[in-house]
């Protein structure tokens, strides 16, 4: 499959958006484990690190990590475990531009720990996921271009580092394109296909890596779809903790919800959308309140913790849970009564049982 050389010219609309993404997420993931006295060290990986700039002298990818390192280095002072760094990028022209970019941000991050390499994807792999071991919390970047270095050995070996966090570009567009070759690499099926339209493509492809998850692991995948001209593309993200994808949500629901376009053909400008009012509510806000409505009238759903969980697992918000709750009391469906699902409810050695009006308890 052909490689285009994305940074020829400036950041296009999409590539802002996916890398707008990446440092929203990095600066919610990075206070986490400032003053986590359980952590040895904080590691940042980016496998596809390009230049570090476009010609503009925009930020790519490297140069957001730093800038991002730095001000949460200026808001905490110097306590905070070691902080590695590592990017690797291929292209020998790429590569040297790349250098000279992170030798300029060293004077100013005197603490932490810059290494690049010029290699292929599977090559740093192997050579860096040794590090990925031990009482680190990793923060993956994967910008491949196109869609088959994200494999399935590469998948399952990630998931199974609990304190491993990614986030993976993947040009849905051309899952779509290609079909039958793609699936040698991409876990879709040909229902997938068949379910396949102009918009939700990546939403589909994101979903489908569920079934790389090793059976019994628990674990969360979240997603962003992002326009580009008449194609689609994304992130998928992965973590194996709660607090991990809570966070990679919210940053997605302030851009949006699960894309930076109207996915489901609302209607609905999703960047002004007022996310709880009754009228103009998203697809994917209503079809998740009947879903839990349901669930819970069934007693699938038992207690606020195993709601905090539903949420995540939908892509949906702890607050747009509470939001569902409310509604089923205010219609007179269930008792009156405090929900309270949040991360922090969800930490709480005790759950809160959800009452019915037969029985009292469920």
């Keep these: 499959m052909p490689k285009r050389n994305l940074h020829l010219k400036p950041f296009d609309e999409s590539t802002c958006e996916k890398l707008g993404l990446y440092r929203d997420y990095l600066r919610e993931w990075l206070p986490v484990f400032i003053h986590n006295q359980y952590i040895d060290s904080i590691q940042v990986f980016d496998f596809f690190a390009g230049p570090g700039k476009d010609v503009d002298g925009s930020s790519g990818s490297p140069l957001i990590t730093c800038e991002e390192i730095r001000q949460v280095q200026n808001l905490n002072g110097k306590q905070y ?3 590695r760094t590592f990017f690797n990028e291929y292209n020998s022209t790429k590569f040297k531009d790349l250098s000279s970019c992170i030798n300029e941000q060293k004077s100013s991050l005197p603490e932490v720990s810059f290494t690049t390499m010029q290699n292929d994807f599977h090559s740093a ?4 996921k040794p590090l990925m071991n031990g009482n680190a919390a990793n923060l993956l970047f994967l910008d491949q271009n196109g869609v088959n270095q994200i494999t399935k050995s590469v998948f399952q070996y990630i998931v199974q580092h609990p304190k491993t966090d990614f986030l993976f570009f993947i040009s849905s567009a051309m899952v779509n394109r290609f079909k039958k070759k793609i699936q040698d690499y991409v876990p879709v099926t040909d229902e997938d296909f068949s379910r396949m339209n102009g918009t939700n493509v990546h939403r589909i492809v994101a979903d ?4 790389w998850i090793p059976l019994g692991l628990e674990y969360y995948l ?3 779809s992002i326009r580009k001209g008449p194609n689609v593309y994304g992130l998928v993200f992965g973590s194996g903790h709660p607090l991990g994808i809570d966070k990679f949500l919210k940053v997605a629901w302030k851009r949006g919800g699960d894309a930076n376009f109207d996915i ?3 209607g609905i400008d999703r960047k002004q959308l007022p996310l ?3 009228y103009g509510k998203p697809t994917k806000i209503k079809v998740f309140e009947k879903e839990l409505r349901s669930a819970v009238l069934e007693r699938r759903l038992m207690t606020n913790k195993d709601v905090y969980i539903f949420s995540l697992q939908n892509g949906m918000l702890a ?6 709750l409310k509604m089923l009391v205010e219609d007179k469906t269930l008792p009156k009564q ?3 699902v949040s991360y922090d409810a969800w930490k709480k050695p005790n759950a809160e049982i959800i009452r019915h009006f037969n029985g009292g308890h469920s």
């Design 222 to 224: 979240g997603s962003f």
């Design 264 to 266: 489901d053909r609302d």
């Design 276 to 278: 709880f009012q009754e």
């Design 338 to 340: 405090t929900f309270h």
């Design 81 to 83: 475990p070691k902080i």
């Design 319 to 324: 607050a747009h849970a509470r939001d569902a």
């Design 125 to 128: 792999f192997e050579q860096w």
């Design 208 to 211: 489908a890596y569920r079934r």
